[in-house]
């Protein structure tokens, strides 16, 4: 994947230079080009970048007040790029990945590049550990039978037991049969625990056992519903298509 940037600096000739030095790189895709902090903040809550080539000294909010803005959880990897020098030291203390003086040297803007390059893809590979491991926890916890304490009595239902899990606020209503349980567990939180082969997420406010389901119906208005093998019909928000190829390889 390209390698999507975003120019900022209030001087046109300096982003000018900036682009074409990044169009001589085919890898990269240049997202947006600004003038000022506040466009800057905008365009990278909007683009969300890879890369923030950003200027220091800028009217208004500085490069400096543009992370402070944006956070660090939204912020790209940032390489500031200024005629000044003494603001390395903040520069680095706010996680700059480079520091370049300008009028920047073509040789050393392709190392930055590299530099930039190296870090996310280890980034990306620390993130696809994580998912490994997720994934395999989730595998661990799903078909396990849920607990459901009432009082002094706990009882052990299995994924097999439940027809359809309905949501009421923090709570979950499960149905097997006739009877019903209530849950302490959010929708989310019972949509990992079950069993993704055989449990589906229908809607906000439903997760159905493929298993149960005897006929998809379409009514008016684009609406569909899910008629069990008991007879309930539970409406259907997700893409009815999606839900009857799940029904397909059950």
């Known amino acids: 994947m390209k390698l999507r940037t975003i120019i900022v600096d209030d001087e046109r000739m300096a982003r000018t230079r900036l682009r074409r030095m990044l169009e001589k790189d085919p890898e990269v895709e240049i997202a947006a080009e600004c003038e000022d902090g506040l466009a800057a903040v905008n365009a990278v809550r909007h683009e969300a970048p890879d890369l923030l080539l950003l200027d220091i000294q800028m009217p208004g909010m500085d490069g400096f007040g543009v992370l402070e803005a944006l956070g660090?959880?939204?912020?790209?990897?940032v390489v500031f790029v200024t005629a000044y020098d003494e603001h390395a030291i903040r520069a680095f203390e706010e996680h700059a990945l480079d520091y370049l003086m300008k009028p920047v040297a073509p040789e050393r803007f392709a190392k930055m590049l590299a530099r930039v390059r190296e870090r996310l893809a280890r980034t990306q590979r620390g993130q696809e550990s994580l998912f490994d491991l997720l994934t395999h926890r989730k595998a661990e916890t799903r078909g396990t039978r849920l607990i459901v304490r009432?009082?002094?009595?706990?009882?052990?239902?299995?994924?097999?037991e439940i027809d359809w899990v309905e949501a009421a606020g923090n709570y979950a209503i499960l149905h097997l049969g006739g009877r019903t349980h209530i849950l302490r567990e959010t929708m989310n939180a019972l949509e990992n625990q079950l069993p993704g082969d055989r449990f589906c997420r229908v809607s906000r406010s439903a997760i159905l056992n493929l298993s149960r389901v005897k006929e998809l119906q379409s009514l008016s208005a684009g609406?569909?519903?899910a008629i069990l093998t008991d007879g309930q019909r539970i409406g259907i928000s997700r893409s009815l298509r999606e839900v009857e190829e799940r029904l397909k390889h059950l």
């Open 72 to 77: 660090r959880d939204r912020t790209p990897e």
């Open 150 to 160: 009432n009082g002094e009595r706990t009882t052990f239902v299995a994924p097999e």
């Open 223 to 225: 609406e569909h519903v």
